[in-house]
C-alpha cells in the first residue's frame, strides 16, 4: 500500500517562502512521477507541478511557473515543493499524488497524500 505524507504547510506573508515535502513509502518511489496539486475553498483541485521519475523533466501551472520550484530527491523517496512569492491566491489545501507518468491531469494519479494546508495572509 502506497503512503504519501505532505508536511511544510502553515502561515505565510505575502512575499514568503515555504517549502513542502511530501514523503513517499509502501512503493517503488524512483519509477513514479509525482505531482502537486491544490484546492482552495470552494473552488476545483487544480494542477500545480509535476516531475518525471528520473526528475528531468519539470512542468508548472502558469500561475505558479517563475514562483515554484519542484525537485525530488530518490534516496529519500521524496518530493519537494519549493514556493515562492507566496501570493494570498497560492492559498489552498496541498496535495502530492503519484502516477506512472508525468501528467497534469489529475483523474490520471493513482495514489493522494491528505494534504497539508497553505495559508498566504496579505
Known amino acids: 500500500q502506497v503512503q504519501l505524507v505532505e508536511s511544510g504547510g502553515g502561515l505565510v506573508q505575502a512575499g514568503g517562502s515555504l517549502r513542502l515535502s511530501c514523503a513517499a513509502s509502501g512503493h517503488t518511489f524512483r519509477r513514479y512521477a509525482m505531482g502537486w496539486f491544490r484546492q482552495a475553498p470552494g473552488k476545483e483541485r487544480e494542477f500545480v507541478a509535476a516531475?518525471?521519475?528520473?526528475?528531468?523533466?519539470?512542468y508548472y501551472a502558469d500561475s505558479v511557473k517563475g514562483r515554484f520550484t519542484i525537485s525530488r530527491d530518490n534516496a529519500m523517496n521524496t518530493v519537494y515543493l519549493q514556493m515562492n512569492s507566496l501570493k494570498p491566491e497560492d492559498t489552498a489545501v496541498y496535495s502530492c499524488?503519484?502516477?506512472?507518468?508525468?501528467?497534469?491531469?489529475?483523474?490520471?494519479?493513482?495514489?493522494w497524500g491528505q494534504g497539508t494546508q497553505v495559508t498566504v495572509s496579505s
Open positions: 499524488a503519484l502516477n506512472e507518468r508525468t501528467t497534469a491531469s489529475a483523474k490520471e494519479y493513482d495514489y
Open positions: 516531475i518525471s521519475w528520473s526528475g528531468t523533466s519539470t
